[in-house]
């Protein structure tokens, strides 16, 4: 490695992978590996450029609610994808699969980190998320290889390809550079996610023939619906400003609009062109459920 590497490498170390949630450490020697488990946030988050402190009282807690709420699902996120890897193996998913899902859930850690601290820029206070247990459709009848179908559509096909949709939206309307920064960094995670489960689901329709096929079209208005029911949840209470929206937060009308064009151009189109017959998808999540909110 050259001395311009070598130095290169230093500084990312010192400016990339100093812990974002010290309080949500163990405090015991896990805590270096921990951190070489975190290197693959490659950019610095810009903490002390965001923008949080010329929001008033009531748009902090709005994002800071919000954050929460995001940090619980991130945390969450990481026994999905033990849930799902347990799938995989069950169905002797090839090596690449299950290296790439099992990263996954040290990817949703280094989120609810990010999302942590966010909580605490904008509340002005320190949480750890709520412990809890992610919870997959288990059907013990059906094949093992269509149960990994099925939780790998719901887990990665639809809920993290729309999480780069969504991302890629809220990305365009914040202005605030922290906001900005995590936002970029976990999409850039999530895009990864996505590709997993497309690329499983190619390999388990190839091995699997009209049977994988069948599995996966019975299970493409459950997934979209697992999704939809998220955004049609009650959001915290508070006026979405324009400053607000600034820091990275659209309102459930347009998050609304963004789910139905998901459904029509990416994830419809994605299945049929592997042959997955979708049904009425399109128009039940088209314009009169996008209006609705």
């Known amino acids: 490695m050259s001395i311009e590497a070598t130095s290169a490498a230093a500084e990312i170390s010192d400016d990339v992978l100093a812990p974002v949630s010290e309080w949500w450490l163990s405090?015991?020697?896990?805590?270096?590996?921990?951190?070489?488990?975190?290197?693959r946030r490659s950019v610095p988050i810009p903490w002390e450029a965001s923008t949080a402190s010329q929001l008033t009282a009531d748009e902090r807690r709005r994002l800071a609610e919000t954050w929460t709420r995001r940090a619980s699902a991130e945390y969450l996120a990481v026994s999905t994808f033990?849930?799902?890897?347990?799938?995989?193996?069950?169905?002797a998913a090839p090596a690449d699969v299950l290296s790439l899902c099992l990263r996954a859930g040290i990817d949703e850690v280094r989120h609810a980190e990010l999302c942590l601290r966010m909580v605490e820029i904008y509340g002005e206070r320190r949480i750890a998320p709520p412990p809890g247990m992610s919870s997959l459709p288990d059907d013990k009848t059906r094949p093992r290889l269509h149960q990994a179908i099925a939780n790998t559509m719901l887990v990665s096909c639809v809920a993290e390809t729309y999480a780069t949709t969504v991302l890629t939206a809220t990305r365009d309307i914040t202005i605030d550079p922290a906001a900005h920064a995590?936002?970029?960094?976990?999409?850039?995670?999530?895009?990864?996610?996505?590709?997993?489960?497309?690329?499983?689901?190619?390999?388990?329709?190839?091995?699997?023939?009209?049977?994988?096929?069948?599995?996966?079209?019975?299970?493409?208005?459950?997934a979209l619906r697992g999704v939809a029911n998220v955004i049609e949840r009650e959001r915290p209470i508070g006026e979405i400003t324009q400053r607000v929206r600034d820091h990275g937060l659209m309102t459930a009308a347009e998050e609304r609009v963004v789910f139905s064009e998901f459904v029509r151009e990416v994830?419809?189109?994605?299945?049929?062109?592997?042959?997955?017959?979708?049904?009425?998808?399109?128009e039940d999540y088209g314009p009169a459920w996008a209006e609705a909110a």
Request: glycine share 10%; aromatic share 6%.
């Open 27 to 39: 405090g015991t020697p896990l805590e270096a590996e921990h951190q070489r488990l975190m290197r």
């Open 182 to 222: 995590v936002l970029t960094s976990i999409y850039s995670d999530e895009v990864m996610h996505a590709r997993l489960g497309w690329s499983y689901l190619r390999y388990a329709i190839e091995l699997g023939g009209q049977g994988a096929i069948d599995a996966a079209a019975a299970m493409v208005p459950v």
């Open 267 to 282: 994830a419809v189109p994605g299945f049929e062109a592997l042959g997955i017959p979708c049904g009425s998808a399109v």
């Open 82 to 91: 033990s849930v799902l890897a347990i799938d995989l193996v069950s169905a």
